[in-house]
């Protein structure tokens, strides 16, 4: 097939239970594959880990004109990004609040605990809705303060957000992008009214730090916050809902590992770091260079679309032992699964945290359970690709 329409074959929902026959033929083709729709599709992995360092590749959706507000600073550059990211890690991780991961594991463990009350044999579950949502949604809304009885709330809001931020090659987006601006403005306008109805009455959560910072040159601006607290709940749930579920249907698709992970917990780690390689929930992000680049002897011009295609640079054979395979005892197991660069993801501690503990309390239920469907029905992002439902008779 042409290799002009890569993209919107791997874009397309029928792709999504097995992309990775096209990010092969992609990397055959490649390692730069220009579109019918005049951008760039780059799938090898030290192509991509090369422009993920690039200063001229830039993130910003305003370098296009394609929006007129303010990005988060996932979506920004340096230097706006580097002091927009500083101000949002100060009181979640080192060096100003070095212990807030670590002080999760003990309410990490008592969620999961609750969760699988009623996990009982004989009985059908749903992996998605019983478990790998509700454990990350409540670990983020505990971490920035929203109360549990208004976590129902962030679930349109936050299905709005990922189908408006999904690569969506040669389709009307009108639609998509006004119901994603709706939401980042209902949602940021619920986080700032939180924030600050705690603004001189400080509680531990990140809201607060973030309104009684008082340092005014550390201080976020009233947009600011409501951007980044918008990307904080948003980012701290939807990657680590589909690592959780990428994780258990993978295991039970080959349950040798799934036996071995029960013999030998000590493993579960690197069994993550493998996850994130062979099945990662952040499967593509797109760059704007600033200015023409050369790319293994092609020109992108400047101001052109690019798609780095982080799942296909997972399993790209110059750079993984047999990538095809999922190995959990995989050693120099550098993966792309949280990015890399200036915009690896900062709650990545927090992800692999919870994707640990959740697999190593699953594990002992999945002994003899069964896919009660494969593939499962999947959700319709292709940016961040998960199933929507994984049905298992425990």
Known sequence: MDSETLLARITDY?????????????????????????????????????????PRMSADPRTRGDVDHKPPFLRLDDPEHDRLRTLAMRPFGPPHTPGRVDAMRGEIEQIIKELLASFEAGRQIDIVDDFAYPL??????????????DEPLFAAWSDALVIAADVRPGQDTTDADKAGDQARIEMGGYLVKLAEQRRGHPTDDMLSAFVNEPDPALRLTQEELAVTAVLLFI????????????????????????????????????????????????????????????????????????VL????????????????????????????????????????????????????????????????????????SAMLRGPRHLPVQL
């Open 14 to 54: 029928a792709s999504r239970p097995d992309p990775y026959p096209l990010y092969a033929e992609l990397r055959a083709t490649g390692p730069v594959v220009r579109q019918a729709d005049d951008s760039y599709l780059i799938g090898t992995y030290h192509e991509i880990a090369a422009l993920l360092h690039d």
């Open 136 to 149: 990350p949604v409540t670990v983020i809304c505990r971490l920035l303060g929203v109360p549990r009885e």
């Open 235 to 306: 980012a701290g749930h939807e990657t680590t809902v589909n690592l959780i579920t990428n994780g258990v249907l993978t295991l039970l698709r080959q349950p040798e590992h799934l036996d071995h992970l029960r013999i030998d917990p000590n493993l579960l780690p690197r069994a993550v770091e493998e996850l994130l390689r062979y099945e990662p929930p952040l499967q593509m992000r797109e760059r704007i260079p600033n200015a023409d680049i050369d790319v293994a002897g092609i020109t992108i011009p400047e101001g052109a679309s690019v």
């Open 309 to 380: 295609a982080l799942a296909s640079g997972n399993r790209d054979p110059m750079r993984f032992h047999e990538p095809d395979r999922f190995d959990p005892t995989r050693p120099d197991n550098q993966h792309l699964g949280f990015g890399s660069g200036i915009h690896l993801c900062y709650g990545g501690p927090l992800a692999r945290r919870e994707a640990q503990a959740a697999l190593g309390a699953l594990i002992p239920h999945l002994g003899t359970a069964r896919l009660v469907q494969d593939p499962p029905p999947y959700r319709q």
